[in-house]
């Protein structure tokens, strides 16, 4: 079973995840930028992020190399946004709706916060799907170390390879 990890990560709190989990199942990787970064620094970072996941806006991605067709399921990661997916990851399913739609479709989610639930919810409603599963829920993993979280990405990935076998 052939997986790719398409995520994006603002402080690199979803790279730390996407990169654990691409060492363990041996998957691929696809980083995805919106072309105009957001800020990432004082309150500018969270008034405009924020805005940005509430009005539920696709930002326009810097180019990226991605062809579904080689994968039999898609792992999306991002930071959680005002309760949400960040922004980015709905340009991306709008960009790819058609040859997602009939993968198995998992997610990651970062936060500092630990609550990623809703915005796995939302996830599934972008995709139609009834449901995202497995998913994964981690608070600040690179900035907040510790072995729980370690313990949670090999679990998922544990999860990942039964659905391998
Ligand atoms: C614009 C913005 C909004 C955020 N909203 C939430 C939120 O609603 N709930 C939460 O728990 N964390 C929230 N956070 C914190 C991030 O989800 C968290 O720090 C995450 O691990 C960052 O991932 P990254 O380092 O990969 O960018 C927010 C951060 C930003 C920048």
Known sequence: ?????????????????????????????????????YPDKGFKKFFWGGKSAVMGESPKLVPYTF??????????????????????????????????AEKPVLAFA????????????????L????????TLSLVDPLVKPSDDKLAAIEAFCLQIKELNA
């Open 1 to 37: 079973m052939k997986i790719a990890i398409v995520y994006y990560s603002q402080s690199e709190n979803c790279d730390f995840v996407a990169n654990e989990i691409a060492k363990q199942i041996d998957a691929d990787i696809v980083r995805i930028e919106p072309e105009k970064a």
């Open 67 to 100: 062809d579904a067709s080689g994968y039999d399921a898609i792992i999306l990661g991002y930071p959680v946004w005002a309760g949400t997916f960040a922004p980015p990851i709905r340009s991306f399913v709008e960009q790819n709706r058609g040859v997602i």
């Open 110 to 125: 970062t936060s500092s916060g630990g609550n990623a639930e809703k915005s796995f919810v939302k996830l599934a409603a």
């Open 127 to 134: 995709l139609k799907k009834d449901k995202i599963s497995p």
